[in-house]
């Protein structure tokens, strides 16, 4: 959920950018929970303070840097989604892997049905 959401319960189409940029997140990472080990009460102060999720290990700096557009503090900032069609279009038409599966760590390909503390995304 975007900042703004989060401390001003603002909701736009901004914010869904924000949420789009996570999901894209959790595709790269398989399905990885975003924000491993913040708990939900600090979450919105640390992403107010400038907080954004690492690059994944196994992801191109190409996709990283499209979710981190959709991670700018200010909604004005953040692409629209028309932008992210026309700056995503290109990147699944051509041949380059933008995500290594091969280059996924072992100890994060394993049965997810119980996660918590020891989320290792």
């Known amino acids: 959920m975007a900042p703004e959401s989060l401390m001003d319960n603002l909701y736009t189409s901004k914010g869904d950018v924000w949420s789009f940029g996570v999901l894209l997140w959790e595709i ?3 399905g990885c929970l975003p924000y491993p080990g913040i708990p939900g009460a600090d ?4 992403l107010h303070s400038g907080y954004r999720m690492g690059k994944p290990d196994h992801c191109t700096q190409q996709v990283y840097a499209i979710m981190q557009k959709c991670w700018q503090a200010e909604p004005g900032d953040r692409p629209s989604f ?29 049965n997810t049905a119980e996660i918590g503390q020891g989320e290792k995304c």
């Open 28 to 30: 790269v990472t398989l």
């Open 43 to 46: 979450l919105a102060r640390m």
């Open 82 to 110: 028309e932008d992210l069609v026309q700056i995503l279009q290109p990147l699944a038409a051509s041949e380059e892997l933008y995500v290594d599966i091969s280059d996924f760590r072992e100890d994060v390909h394993v």
